[in-house]
């Protein structure tokens, strides 16, 4: 689960704590609801959906791993770039066969199907409607093709202040964010 201030739109730059060492990046699905749904069915699940678009779960793997959970790792502002738009459930014709890819700095680094994936978006909502009650506009990420940096072999492959990310998935649009250093001069009290 991320805070809504983890949410950064296209082109929006993704901000490297300095501290955080690992910072990685996993392309998603993202599935936005359109109603309030609990216990859902299979069936009710889709008609719950009102659409689809592409979110960049950021990680930071080294609090992420150290933690040995996930909350944390992934909670920081502007770890959940999400976009370039929301494509309406009914403009996908078939969600079973999209192809996912992301490019760093132009280099391919996750190439994969979403017929690959684990459960289909409709079993997803089914789960999750069992544990919480779903409402309109929650945005539910997917999980991730291989090629993440931590798992590249034999040598990780974090992001660095400068690199661009390009996730596209078929029919969704190509989603870009730049990393950035963090600016230390800011300091925000709130309100």
Same mark, same amino acid.
């Given at each position: ?13 993704? @901000? ?14 993202? #599935? ?6 609990? !216990? ?8 719950? #959906? ?35 738009? @929301? ?9 079973? !066969? ?25 079993? #997803? ?9 779903l409402k309109p506009c929650d945005i539910i990420a997917t999980g ?7 798992? #590249? ?15 596209? @998935? ?6 870009? !964010? ?14």
């Open positions: 689960m991320k805070p809504n201030t983890a949410i950064i739109g296209p082109n929006d730059d993704i @901000i490297k704590p300095n501290f955080v060492k690992q910072l990685d990046y996993e392309a998603k699905l993202a #599935i936005i609801t359109g109603k309030e749904v609990e !216990n859902a069915s299979i069936n009710d699940a889709k008609s719950c #959906i009102f659409g689809y678009t592409i979110l960049n779960d950021v990680s930071a793997r080294d609090i992420q791993f150290k933690d040995l959970q996930w909350t944390r790792g992934k909670s920081f502002d502007t770890f959940a770039p999400i976009g370039p738009w @929301i494509t309406a459930a009914d403009q996908i014709s078939d969600l079973a !066969n999209l192809y996912v890819r992301t490019r760093v700095n132009n280099e391919l680094r996750q190439g994969s199907n979403t017929e690959n994936m684990v459960l289909n978006v409709f079993a #997803i909502v089914y789960h999750l409607s069992r544990v919480m009650t991730t093709p291989a090629g993440v940096g931590f798992s #590249i072999k034999p040598h990780p492959k974090f992001l660095k202040v400068e690199d661009t990310i390009d996730i596209e @998935i078929e029919g969704l649009g190509v989603l870009r !964010n730049r990393v950035a250093a963090e600016d230390l001069s800011v300091v925000s009290l709130g309100g």
